[in-house]
């Protein structure tokens, strides 16, 4: 497992960006597919968007594609998620999770497939 920091929540009007970033803080990523999920209150944690271990293979949920933009830094040991137009129901608090793999599968969506959580970083969208 790896120790996941996220931050760059907070609350902010429909139709603003955030920029949520995750930081390891003891071992590097470059082994582990990382993925961003939700989970609004009274519902099931949600799959936000996932990215392979070299970057280039990405997937999103519904909610996300059009929206969200996840990208990972592996010399700093960071993955970030863009998120653009934001809505009310964008409010959740948002989730890094880190899976170590050595193979082929690239990309997760399951929250049971990811062995490694931050803390998660509240996202607020309200006018």
């Known amino acids: 497992q790896v120790r996941l920091v996220e931050s760059g929540g907070g609350w902010v009007q429909p139709g603003d960006s955030l920029r949520l970033s995750c930081e390891a803080t003891?071992?590097?990523?470059?082994?582990?597919?990382l993925g961003w999920f939700r989970q609004a209150p009274g519902r099931e944690r949600e799959f936000v968007a996932t990215i392979g271990r070299s970057g280039g293979t990405t997937a999103y949920g519904d909610s996300a594609k059009g929206r969200f933009t996840i990208t990972r830094d592996n010399l700093m040991n960071i993955a970030y998620l863009q998120m653009e137009s934001l809505a009310p129901e964008d409010t959740a608090i948002y989730y890094c999770a880190a899976k170590y793999t050595g193979g082929w599968r690239d990309t997760y969506d399951a929250p049971e497939d990811y062995g490694s959580w931050g803390q998660g970083t509240q996202v607020t969208v309200s006018s």
């Open positions: 003891d071992r590097a990523l470059s082994a582990y597919v």
